[in-house]
């Protein structure tokens, strides 16, 4: 079956990606940002996603402790993570997105390895987290040159735990991370939420950083 790009439209034409199996999707044309959605790309899964979208009654707040979750890092090596392991050493920046190698998954996670410095400098840890599967996001991280970790969360656990999970049927795409990003203090409480209201919107880096610096 082929299945469409989750944030942002068809795929480019004469290519078929299927969003859960292990080969790469299409590659952004520029690098390392890819180009914006168009108006009517934006406008189509706008449409889509308000259509479908569940209502949310349990979605992590700020306050709240963080729930924990296992999965696989996004690698060749299929290494197993668990987040409660990188807690307590200072704070985690989580971040939800619904699909490698679409423009604005691709500008998100670029974005966040242009501020690493800074997230390191105030001794947190950036993790990117999404349904795609470990080769997919290791070949995204590698295309990108990011130097956080990206989690594969295939199963949906982390997902669900955190009550992100979209079902887009008309675009045959079931069980995506809506975009959003969460800062964990070493103690496990979230000190900062944000979820997106329409997935193609990307976060307030600059909030984000203010949070870890403070």
């Excluded at 706008?46 to 296992?70: H, I, K, L, N, W």
């Excluded at 993570?81 to 190698?101: K, M, N, Q, S």
Aim: aromatic share 10%; charged share 25%.
């Amino acid at each position: 079956m082929t299945a469409l790009h989750p944030d942002f439209g068809d795929p480019p034409t004469g290519e078929t990606v299927s969003y859960y199996s292990t080969a790469i999707p299409p590659k952004c044309e520029s690098s390392p940002v890819a180009p914006a959605a168009t108006r009517g790309d934006r406008d189509m899964f706008r449409q889509t996603f308000f259509c479908r979208r569940s209502e949310r009654s349990d979605m992590v707040s700020t306050g709240d402790d963080a729930p924990t979750f296992t999965a696989t890092l996004g690698t060749s090596d299929h290494e197993d993570f668990d987040l409660a392991d990188r807690l307590g050493d200072g704070p985690v920046v989580l971040a939800f997105f619904p699909g490698a190698f679409t423009p604005p998954c691709t500008n998100e996670m670029v974005a966040f390895q242009e501020r690493l410095d800074d997230v390191r400098a105030a001794g947190a840890e950036v993790i990117g987290l999404s349904a795609d599967s470990p080769f997919t996001l290791g070949a995204f991280r590698e295309e990108h040159g990011l130097e956080f970790d990206l989690v594969s969360d295939m199963n949906g656990d982390a997902i669900r735990a955190y009550d992100l999970e979209m079902d887009i049927p008309e675009l045959g795409l079931y069980g995506n991370a809506n975009r959003a990003v969460y800062v964990i203090d070493e103690d496990g409480q979230v000190v900062y939420d944000w979820v997106a209201d329409d997935p193609t919107n990307e976060p307030d880096y600059d909030a984000v950083l203010d949070v870890v610096a403070g």
